[in-house]
């Protein structure tokens, strides 16, 4: 799907404090690397006072300030969340804090492709509606040790953050270029509740098996979304001058990043970044953005691809080209994703 005159023109991003892999959430001392570990991970986000929802309506606070948009402006406001047990209904109370009076806001549920389907939706929404002035997108994760620490045996470390990203027609940092997305509805399965004892949490086959079993599905999807990406818009992987993507650990992504014709390894993506953060969900891709036009790296002209996929399994491929150079909005080269500024 090729975009006309769709923007991003702001990011932000709240990230808790960093809780090494000395500390509690590395679990027991054996002697020998945990399966994260090797996987890349050294590090993760924790929050232990501010619920998902309230991580992501602090990100979209600072993605309005840096669009120079207010809630007033918005139309829509769609967020990603992933089994939120804070805030049933998270839209709302983002619009709460966030919107105005005639924005509408919904809740996109897309595990961790989330973030990055909730791009397409809002550039939809603006397409199709010329009055729109401006779309949020929110997405939050929140997981606590007690439900998500088991996940380390996987070979990922989750993390918790908010996430935010404001579109707009016309110019921005990013032109929107063009998006691709695939499902492999056959792996539904493995995110099936299990049977669990009364009152227990009920976790999904996936969290037995991991992914590896499933490489061939996601190497067979990421290259088929990549490819068409490129196609539409006529650009040639060696154009490609960053690569952001999901925070799944760097043996995953390079297995499923050797399928595509991109030559690159997790080393040459935003991993380096998510790896210090864990695994945040529907987060990853937006934080990854938001640390990446709000640190002055790219320049105009730069193109950005973003590699998105999440248990279900569905995935989304984005292309954009940087429009303005971050460096002149961000004085110093300040990162918004700083940890608790507001």
């Known amino acids: ?83 939120d047990k804070d805030h049933y209904t998270p839209a709302p109370y983002l619009l709460r804090v966030l919107g105005g009076r005639d924005t509408a806001a919904f809740e996109l549920g897309a595990a961790s492709d989330g973030g990055a389907a909730a791009l397409v939706v809002a550039a939809e929404h603006l397409t199709s509606r010329p009055g729109a002035r401006a779309a949020l997108v929110t997405a939050g994760g929140r997981f606590p040790a007690e439900r998500w620490g088991g996940v380390r045996e996987m070979g990922y470390v989750a993390g918790d953050a908010g996430a935010a990203a404001v579109l707009t027609r016309g110019p921005g940092l990013a032109r929107l270029v063009a998006t691709a997305q695939a499902t492999e509805p056959e792996l539904e399965l493995l995110t099936r509740a299990k049977e669990a004892p009364a009152g227990a949490e009920r976790p999904f086959l996936a969290e037995e098996t991991g992914l590896m079993p499933h490489i061939d599905a996601l190497q067979r999807s990421t290259r088929r979304c990549v490819e068409s990406v490129l196609d539409e818009a006529d650009v040639k992987p060696a154009d490609v001058t960053h690569v952001v993507g999901i925070a799944i650990g760097a043996v995953v992504l390079d297995l499923v990043l050797a399928a595509s014709p991109l030559d690159v390894r997790s080393g040459d993506t935003s991993w380096t970044f998510g790896r210090h953060l864990g695994h945040a969900g529907p987060c990853d891709v937006l934080l990854a953005l938001d640390r990446l036009l709000g640190a002055g790296a790219p320049r105009a002209g730069e193109r950005v691809l973003v590699l998105s996929f999440g248990l279900g399994f569905r995935w989304t491929t984005a292309l954009l080209e940087v429009t303005r150079d971050p460096a002149a909005l961000a004085p110093g080269g300040r990162s918004t994703t700083e940890r608790g500024s507001s």
Request: glycine share 8%; proline share 6%.
């Open 1 to 83: 799907m090729l975009w006309r005159d769709i923007s991003i023109a702001g990011t932000g991003a709240w990230i808790p404090p960093i809780r090494s892999e000395r500390d509690p959430w590395a679990g027991p001392v054996t002697g020998q690397p945990s399966m994260a570990a090797l996987n890349g991970f050294t590090s993760a986000a924790v929050s232990t006072d501010s619920t998902a929802a309230q991580m992501a309506a602090r990100a979209g606070l600072k993605a309005l300030r840096r669009a120079e948009v207010t809630g007033a402006d918005l139309s829509l406001l769609v967020h990603a969340a992933f089994q």
